[in-house]
């Protein structure tokens, strides 16, 4: 029973490119939830996608965009990165949009030179 | 909009003490969740409380739920050197399709 895969691991990016981040959810789940996670702090949700629709969304900027597929596996873009996007970006997935427990991968750790 | 807050932020203790960490929420909550991080690691989910005054165990760890479902608890008893890592609560939003807000965490240190 596969869990939920992030890709790639470890990305090293400079200030104004953009970036796209993989996640395919936990066997069974429909809903991904994508978080940003600074050192130090809890995991702060940037957007949720249900139905390959977001349908939740936190404070975070139009430069945070997504996308989910028919097979539930789930982008995250970043674009004009600023040294302030440097963090671990995980992804999580769970049954159902109504916030039941979310299952997350390893995490993309960024980076932004 | 909610807020979910944790405290302590830190906590050192020996191995074999006790340790407990609180979570509030500036409005209801539907449900609380818990996790754990370990160093270097993903949160990892540990358990979900739904009901107003629910208790839960899983071996030396003890979740309690708020009877307002605003606050909750987690305790370990006696804490191994294992036990190590950042402990989470989360809460969802109410609305139709919700998002879960995770607190700051309490990050504990065992001292063997």
């Known amino acids: 029973d596969a869990g939920v895969t992030q890709s790639p691991t470890h990305l090293i990016k400079t200030r104004g490119q953009q970036v796209t981040l993989r996640c395919s959810p936990k066997?069974?789940?429909?809903?991904v939830s994508w978080y940003q996670q600074a050192l130090g702090q809890g995991p702060q949700f940037i957007f949720q996608?249900?139905?390959?629709?977001?349908?939740q969304r936190g404070n975070f900027p139009d430069r945070f965009s997504g996308h989910q597929f028919p097979n539930y596996s789930s982008e995250l873009n970043v674009n004009a990165l600023l040294l302030g996007d440097s963090a671990l970006y995980l992804c999580a997935s769970s049954l159902g949009a109504a916030g039941g427990p979310q299952h997350f991968g390893d995490g993309t750790r960024l980076s932004i030179l | 909009g909610q807020q979910v807050m944790q405290i302590p932020q830190y906590q050192h203790v020996q191995e074999g003490e006790d340790f407990t960490t609180y979570c509030n929420s500036s409005t209801t909550l539907s449900n609380i969740q818990w996790y754990k991080q370990r160093p270097g690691g993903h949160p990892v989910f540990l358990i979900q409380l739904v009901k107003s005054g629910e208790v839960k165990k899983q071996k030396r760890l003890t979740f309690q739920f708020g009877e307002a479902k605003k606050n909750s608890s987690l305790h370990i008893t006696a804490t191994q050197t294992t036990d190590v890592g950042t402990y989470f609560c989360?809460?969802?939003?109410?609305?139709?399709?919700?998002?879960?807000?995770f607190g700051i965490g309490t990050k504990l240190q065992v001292i063997p």
């Open positions: 989360a809460g969802p939003v109410r609305g139709g399709y919700q998002k879960v807000t």
């Open positions: 066997s069974g789940h429909d809903t």
């Open positions: 996608y249900y139905e390959e629709e977001e349908r």
